[in-house]
């Protein structure tokens, strides 16, 4: 069973740019979640998609979006990157009625 | 909107000792789940223990064990015969249930655990 895994590890962008980072589920799930960490703190709920649709939505402005594929693999898009937006972000696959299991992340750097 | 809170920043524990993690919560909901998670320096978040609040017995995980104060809103993690391995940022969290957008987590601020050889 191959577990939660995230795209690319660590990237640096510019304020102003855009970035898709990528999440591939585990075998048989069917939801993904996305998470903010910034440094220090708890993960901060983004958004939520379950079979390609959006599912439910945390306190992140529009700029934030995501996209579910056919094979439940996700993608989040950031649009003009503001310095806040550093922080790790991590993607969670679940079945439904179980827990989540989580990516080892992506460390976003925004200068 | 529920709220987590963990107060302590940082604990400390000699190997081979018992170390308890404090977490409140406040929620007007009756019904939900309470979970504990890992997130070593390997980034990657991993559960610990899991608790139903309709449930009165307290979740137990092999060394892992939890004090849940459904009254009290307290839900505690105990590390008995603690191991270097266990030395990891520590999260509690709050879920609603597993339905849709209620099975969003939210997490405190997490505790700083270091496991002294």
């Known amino acids: 069973e191959t577990g939660v895994t995230q795209s690319p590890t660590h990237l640096i962008k510019t304020r102003g740019q855009q970035v898709t980072l990528r999440c591939s589920s585990q075998?048989?799930?069917?939801?993904v979640s996305w998470y903010q960490q910034a440094l220090g703190q708890g993960p901060q709920f983004i958004f939520q998609?379950?079979?390609?649709?959006?599912?439910g939505r945390g306190n992140f402005p529009p700029r934030f979006s995501g996209l579910q594929f056919p094979n439940y693999s996700s993608e989040l898009n950031v649009n003009a990157l503001e310095l806040d937006d550093s922080a790790l972000y991590l993607c969670?696959?679940?079945?439904?009625?179980?827990?989540?299991?989580f990516g080892p992340g992506t460390r976003l750097t925004v200068t | 909107a529920q709220t987590v809170t963990q107060s302590q920043p940082e604990m400390s524990v000699q190997e081979a000792e018992t170390v308890t993690l404090s977490c409140t919560y406040d929620t007007s909901e009756s019904n939900y789940y309470l979970f504990w998670y890992k997130q070593p320096p390997s980034r990657q978040m991993i559960l610990v223990i899991r608790?139903?609040?309709?449930?009165?017995q307290n979740a137990t995980e092999n060394r892992f064990s939890v004090n849940f104060q459904k009254a009290a809103k307290s839900f505690s993690l105990k590390i008995s015969d603690s191991q270097l391995g266990d030395t990891a940022m520590y999260f509690c969290?709050?879920?609603?249930?597993?339905?849709?957008?209620?099975?969003?987590?939210?997490f405190g601020k997490g505790i700083t655990l270091s496991v002294r050889p």
């Open positions: 998609y379950y079979r390609e649709e959006e599912n």
């Open positions: 075998s048989g799930h069917n939801t």
């Open positions: 969670a696959s679940s079945s439904t009625g179980n827990e989540q299991y």
């Open positions: 608790q139903e609040a309709y449930k009165q």
């Open positions: 969290a709050f879920m609603k249930d597993f339905t849709g957008a209620n099975s969003k987590l939210t």
